[in-house]
Every structure is written in C-alpha cells, then in structure tokens.
C-alpha cells in the first residue's frame, strides 16, 4: 500500500512538473513575445510622435510664412532693425519710435503685409481680433442685397466694370462674384465676432488672414460697401434729399471722383492692385465701419498731423482701432502696454 502511495505521489509530482515545464515555456514565450511587442509599439509610438511633431512644427512655418499680419514683434527693436544708420530720415524715425514707446504706451506692434490692400487689411483685422460687431446700419440691411440693389434698384449697370484688385476682371459676371465676396465678409465678420474666447478668435483671424483667397473677398466687400455708399450720397445731394456727411462733399470735390463712376474707375478699382486708399477713402472707411482710426504718421513726427483720426467726427461708442505708418502706403498694428 505504501509503494502503491509513494508511486502516486511520484507519479503527480512527475506530472504537475511536466506541465510546469510547458506553462513555464508558454510563459516566457508569452512574455518574451508582449516584450517585443511593447519594444515595437515604443519604437512604433516614438516614430509617430516624432512624425507628428515635424508635421506640426511644417505647418506652424507655413502658416506664419502665409500670415498677412505677422505675431508681435517688439517695437524699440523692429525700429532699430529698420531704420540702422545716421542720415536723417533715419534717425526722425527712430525718435518717432521712441515717442509712441516713451508717451504712447505703444511697446509692440504687428507689420502687416505690404501690398496695397494693407491698410484695409489692418483695420479689418483688428475689428475681427477685438470682436467689434457689425455697425448699426449693417444690422438693419442685409448686405447681400446690396450688389442687386445698385445692379437692378438704381441701374448702375456700369458696376460690370468692376475690377477685384490684382486680379483684373470686369463683365456680366461681376455681380455674381460681387455677391460671394459680400457673402464671405458676412459669414466671417458674425462667426469671429460671436466667438468670446480671445484666444480661440485670434486663432480664427490667423487662419482666416493666412488665406489670400479668403481675406481679398473681404477687402472687395469693403470696396464694394464703399462704392454704395458712395452711390447713395450722390443719389441724396442730387435730388437734394437729407444732408449727407461732408466729407462726401471733399470726395466729389476731387476732378477724379465727381461722381459713383469715376470714383470707381479711378480709384476703387486700382486699390489692391496699383494703389492703397487715399485719406479721403480712409475717412469713408472709418464712417462706414463706424470706427474711429487713430494713425500714427511717423514721417509727420513732430508735426500736427503725426497723429490723425479717420473720421474726424465720430460717435463716442464708436469702438477705436490704430494703425501705425511711416509713409502713408503702408500700415502696422500698434499693441498697448500700460
């Protein structure tokens, strides 16, 4: 009996080591396989976090190097880069600098591209960063209307002369382009400045103002506004309707703006392309986005004219922009410390 008690125990002992030996085997196998696989998923997270990185950091580049108004960049320093030398020009607008940091709490500012629709880009810019609403007349009327109104309304058929800055093109088809370009200040203009966050709406302007497609629409609205507004005050001092703001008075006033279609012609249609708006047209601009422009001319530094405001009348819950320039062509966005 006890043989037959030794030779199980022997026999189960034998057995459970047997089985030790193969579960042992399927456990090392398994381990040695999930350590592979956790080498290679960390080889494998690695690569693609690396991948990831790069594809980030390619389209950061991409989009600052498509960016019409650049991140902020130190005032005192973009001034001493720009304006190196001794030759008076240079050292008036070093002092014009140092002024606006020293008396104007301008420490930074952000350098717009230098085409010539920079000022209109400017102040659209910072309308859609601060979230400045639309103003009080265009909540009233729908601005899509606006090119059907002038077109059929008012029989300004010569609107199919219209030219969208550089890219010169007139025809039947310009109401219908006209109309899309409105549409996109619409849409964009309530998206951005219905967005509270201040950081997500800065990330809408960099986007939206990193794409040359998107943003001329905008400024060809503006134009397009521009023009009938102009249109409208002509009709009014014509049929010597209510009283207009004068300073459609200083425009008519001029030999190549007498009326809605030489002001067009003449001017409307270059800017973008050849010219940037005048200081009349930067009036208007002002009036019609009800805001007031506050521009630093730097080269009339030391002069009445070195800070200016378009309008000079304005409303007092007029939100205010500024702009900032050295030649009256080109325009930069001042920043504020206090």
């Known amino acids: 009996g006890r043989h037959e008690v030794w030779s199980w125990k022997t026999a189960s002992k034998e057995s459970l080591c047997l089985m030790w030996q193969k579960v042992k085997v399927q456990l090392m196998l398994s381990m040695s396989f999930l350590t592979t696989v956790f080498w290679y998923c960390r080889r494998l997270y690695s690569f693609l976090a690396q991948l990831l990185k790069r594809w980030s950091n390619y389209l950061q580049r991409q989009l600052i190097r498509n960016l019409s108004v650049l991140p902020e960049v130190d005032l005192l320093g973009y001034s001493a880069k720009e304006w190196k030398g001794e ?117 809408m302007c960099n986007t939206l103002f990193s794409d040359e497609s998107k943003e001329y629409k905008l400024y060809e609205a503006v134009k397009f506004i521009m023009l009938y507004e102009v249109v409208e005050a002509y009709e009014q001092i014509k ?11 200083l425009l008519f006033a001029r030999d190549s703006s007498s009326d809605p279609l030489s002001f067009m012609m003449n001017h409307l249609n270059s800017i973008g392309d050849s010219i940037c708006l005048d200081q009349v047209e930067l009036f208007l601009l002002g009036y019609l986005l009800e805001v007031k422009i506050r521009v630093y001319r730097l080269h009339r530094f030391n002069t009445e004219e070195f800070q200016v405001n378009y309008p000079d009348e304005y409303r007092r819950e007029w939100n205010e922009i500024s702009l900032l320039t050295e030649d009256d062509r080109y325009y930069h966005i001042p920043l504020f410390r206090t």
């Open 87 to 203: 030759t008076k020009q240079a050292k008036q607008m070093r002092e014009a600098y140092e002024e606006l940091f020293r008396s104007c709490h301008i420490k930074y500012l952000r350098q717009v591209r230098r085409d010539n629709y920079s000022v209109v880009r400017a102040v659209l810019f910072q309308i859609f960063s601060q979230g400045i609403p639309f103003p009080s007349w265009m909540k009233e009327r729908d601005i899509l209307k606006l090119p059907e109104k002038l077109l059929y309304s008012q029989g300004c058929n010569w609107i199919q002369q219209y030219s969208f800055g550089p890219e010169r093109y007139t025809g039947p088809n310009a109401f219908g382009k006209l109309r899309k370009c409105m549409e996109s200040l619409k849409t964009n203009w309530a998206e951005i400045s219905a967005t509270r966050d201040h950081e997500e709406r800065g990330s």
């Open 239 to 249: 049929n010597r309707d209510e009283p207009v703001h004068n300073l459609f008075s």
